[in-house]
């Protein structure tokens, strides 16, 4: 009876080990957030999206998390000062950004779906 029992045990046990190395794969691999931007107010540096069916406030130079090292960055304008103090160029515009572990992966519009 005993054997048995530890027979059933080993069973579960790999049978969750599988099942959460497949999670994992999913939610690493495979799955992307559902994100589409609705309006962005660059003079306010705020912008409108949607997360899933979810309406959010993103602000400039935020970067809000989705989970799963996905996240969303609304980028601030930067310009390159050279030692004289006058602008030479701008390395960032205002971009919405879909990242992955902080690396962006594609750049929202408004109304654009990632």
């Known amino acids: 009876m005993e054997q048995q029992q530890l027979e059933k045990v080993k069973v579960a046990i790999y049978l969750t080990a599988l099942l959460s190395g497949g999670v994992y794969a999913y939610f690493n691999y495979f799955w992307k957030p559902n994100v589409s931007v609705t309006s962005v ?3 306010k540096g705020q912008a409108q999206i949607t997360i899933n069916g979810i309406e ?3 602000y400039s130079g935020s970067t809000l998390s989705l989970g799963h090292g996905w996240g969303i960055k609304f980028s601030p304008h930067q310009n390159m000062i050279s030692r004289s103090g006058k602008s030479k160029a701008k390395i960032q515009p205002y971009r919405v950004e879909l990242v ?6 594609s750049y929202l519009d408004v109304e654009k779906t990632a």
């Open 41 to 43: 107010d660059y003079t």
């Open 56 to 58: 959010q406030t993103l």
């Open 100 to 105: 992955k572990d902080h690396l962006a992966m």
